[in-house]
Structures are given as C-alpha cells and as structure tokens.
C-alpha cells in the first residue's frame, strides 16, 4: 500500500489532468476564467477569480499546499457556470465560450463546490467519468515527458538548434497526417502530451534520430522501454 504522501501526490496529478479536461472540453485557456471575472465582477469578485497561472500549476500538479481560497474559487465558478445568467460579455469569443461552457455536476445534478474540489484534489471525490483521466492518458502524459526528456538531451549533445533536430525526428517519422504532426511538435516543444494513438509513432521517430546522433542516450534494451 502506498504512503499518505505517495497517495497525496497521485490525487494532486490526478487532480491536474481532470481539472486540464474540464478546461479543454470548454474550449477554454487558462486564462478563459480570470478574462471572465475581469469582464463580469459583479458575477465573480475579483478576489474569487481563478488566475491564469494558477490554474496552470493546478493542471500541471505544482500547488503542492494550494490555500483554501483555491477551492473556493473554484467552487464559485462552477456555481457560476450552472446559472444560467452568465453577465454580460462584450467581448465575442469569451461570450462563446462562457456561454458554451459547462459546470462539473454530481450525479443527481448539484454543481460542485468548494468542499468537492477539495475532496478531489486529496483524491477522495472522482470527477464525472467523461471528464476522469484514463489510465491511457496517464501513461501517454508519462512517456510524453520521457520522450522531450529525451529530445532536449539530444539536442544538447549534437549541437543542432531545437527546431532542425524536429525536422529531422518527423522525416524519419515519414507522411504522417497533419494533426500527427503537430502533436508531436508540441510534445517536443511545448511537453503538450500525445495522444494515446500518436506515442508509438513519436517513439520510434524519436529513437532513430537519437540511435544517429547520441545514441549512448537511448535506454538499453529491456531497461524499462515501453513497446
């Protein structure tokens, strides 16, 4: 069984790509939430904004200690989110995706509040299941990581500028379909994760570049690599 802390820390990561979910479901940017409070202070009081650069490192799991205000904030904009007056936004793509946007509910209906978002980050609540990490992601996430790992190592050791060498990792990748290739540039550039259906292709593109010019980088065979 694991540590409290262990536990602790899989509920706050846990807690990040749910919370990356909602956010991308909406159609929202980190910032779509502090724009909207700034639009409509009225509705949400500044001092209960969710800031941009918060909520990044919620996504991202590095509020270790988050205050209880954080939860709060959170609690306000999902009450928000499910009433159906959402203030009046001049701005044309906020008003969208405000108005698009929905709240994180439990089962019988009720909006989350504070006390819900608290629970989920120390992993004692789970978010509605279309919006829940599968394992999948969690693993793709981990390799993602692993791979631009990999890459800036490369890079480093060959001498070549960052955007020459992804040149070179997505010919050897071959024709890929356009999408492909972006997700791959983002990996590498951005550490966005890959799609659960792109990390083999990224892999073995990644590999052969590296097997060319640091190739004492790559793992040995049956050292911990995925198939």
Same mark, same amino acid.
């Given at each position: ?112 509040? $504070?006390?819900?978002?608290? &629970? ?5 609540? /789970?978010?509605?299941? =279309? %919006?829940? *990490? ?65 990390? $083999?292709?990224?892999?073995? &593109? ?5 097997? /060319?010019?640091?190739? =004492? %980088?790559? *793992? ?8």
């Amino acid at each position: 069984m694991q540590s409290l802390p262990h536990q602790l820390d899989a509920a706050r990561v846990q807690f990040g790509k749910f919370l990356r979910n909602w956010r991308k479901s909406n159609d929202w940017s980190v910032t779509t939430a502090q724009d909207w409070a700034k639009a409509c202070p009225a509705l949400i009081p500044w001092a209960m904004r969710v800031a941009g650069g918060q909520w990044g490192n919620l996504e991202n799991g590095k509020v270790m200690q988050p205050q209880p205000s954080t939860f709060i904030q959170l609690g306000v904009l999902n009450e928000c989110l499910a009433q159906q007056e959402r203030g009046t936004i001049r701005d044309k793509l906020l008003r969208e995706r405000v108005q698009q946007a929905r709240p994180v509910l439990h089962g019988d209906g009720r909006p989350w509040g $504070a006390e819900d978002w608290f &629970a989920c980050y120390i992993g004692k609540l /789970e978010g509605p299941a =279309d %919006l829940w *990490p599968r394992q999948e992601e969690i693993d793709a996430e981990a390799e993602t990581k692993r791979l631009r790992s990999l890459f800036d190592a490369a890079v480093e050791r060959s001498g070549l500028r960052p955007v020459s060498a992804a040149m070179q990792v997505l010919r050897l990748a071959g024709d890929l379909p356009m999408e492909q290739v972006v997700a791959i540039e983002n990996a590498l550039f951005a550490g966005e994760r890959l799609p659960t259906s792109t990390v $083999a292709t990224a892999r073995m &593109a990644l590999h052969s570049w590296v097997a /060319e010019v640091a190739g =004492d %980088l790559l *793992p040995a065979a049956g050292d911990g690599e995925q198939s």
